[in-house]
C-alpha cells in the first residue's frame, strides 16, 4: 500500500460546526504533514509531526488542533472556522530521514459557509 | 525557512515540445525536490536531486542543479497534454530539519 488516503473529498460546514479531517497511510512512515492550499497558490506547511509528535507548528490559529493518535493516522480537527479558510487540505507523509520525499493525498476541499 | 522561487510563473506550449522550468533558492542545500499537482489534487514527487549531484534523469525527465548558481531546472521532454500540471520545487537546506517548503511553482500548459 503506497497511498496515502484522505477522507472526506469534499467538505462544507458552517462557522459554527466542528469537524475533522482524517489521513491514513500504511507505509509505515513516521513523519505526517497538514498543508492548506488556496487556489493557484503553493501549498502552506501547517503542521509536522515526527514519531507522533507535534514537531512543527508554523503559527496556525488555534481553531485548527491537529492529533496523531497513532504512526497512520493523522487528524486535523476544525471548529470555529472563517469563510477565509476555505481551501484544499493536503496531508502528506515521509518516511524516516530528513529530505526524503513526501507523499501526498488527494486532499480535501473544504468550504466554510 | 528555504524555499525555492520558480520561473516562469507560467509556460504554455504544443504537444511534442520541450519544457524547462528554473527554480533558484538562496542557502546551501542537502538536495531539491520537484513536485507536480494536476488542478485540485495532490502533490506528486517526480525526482530529488542531491548536492553532490549535477544531472539526474528519470523518463523523459532532466534535472539540473548548480549549486554554485543556487539554481535547478526541470527539462520536460516530447511534452504531452497530460503534463499540463502545477510544477513546484522544493530545496531541503541543512537546517530545514522536517520542513519542506514550496515555491509559487510554474503553471505549464501543453496545447493539443
Known amino acids: 500500500d503506497t497511498e496515502v488516503t484522505q477522507t472526506p473529498k469534499h467538505l462544507v460546514m458552517g462557522m459554527t460546526n466542528k469537524k475533522s479531517l482524517k489521513c491514513e497511510q500504511h507505509m509505515g512512515h513516521r513523519a505526517m504533514y497538514w498543508y492548506k492550499q488556496k487556489a493557484k497558490k503553493p501549498p502552506e506547511l501547517m503542521f509536522v509531526?515526527?514519531?507522533?509528535?507535534?514537531?512543527i507548528n508554523e503559527s496556525v490559529p488555534s481553531r485548527f488542533s491537529p492529533e496523531c493518535p497513532n504512526s497512520s493516522l493523522l487528524n486535523l480537527h476544525l471548529h470555529a472556522l472563517q469563510p477565509e479558510d476555505s481551501a484544499l487540505y493536503l496531508c502528506?507523509?515521509?518516511?524516516?530521514?530528513?529530505?526524503?520525499?513526501?507523499?501526498f493525498g488527494s486532499g480535501t476541499q473544504l468550504s466554510v459557509l | 525557512s528555504q524555499q525555492g522561487e520558480e520561473d516562469p510563473q507560467a509556460l504554455s506550449i504544443q504537444e511534442g515540445e520541450n519544457a524547462t522550468m528554473n527554480c533558484s533558492y538562496k542557502t546551501s542545500i542537502n538536495n531539491l525536490q520537484w513536485y507536480r499537482q494536476n488542478s485540485g489534487r495532490g502533490l506528486v514527487h517526480l525526482i530529488l536531486?542531491?548536492?553532490?549531484?549535477r544531472e539526474k534523469h528519470s523518463g523523459r525527465l532532466r534535472v539540473t542543479l548548480d549549486t554554485s548558481k543556487k539554481s535547478s531546472s526541470l527539462l520536460i521532454t516530447a511534452s504531452r497534454a497530460a503534463d499540463t500540471a502545477s510544477y513546484f520545487c522544493a530545496p531541503t537546506g541543512k537546517t530545514s530539519g522536517s520542513r519542506l517548503t514550496f515555491g509559487e511553482g510554474t503553471q505549464l500548459t501543453v496545447n493539443p
Open positions: 509531526y515526527s514519531y507522533e509528535k507535534l514537531s
Open positions: 502528506a507523509s515521509r518516511p524516516t530521514g530528513f529530505g526524503e520525499k513526501l507523499f
Open positions: 536531486i542531491r548536492s553532490n549531484e
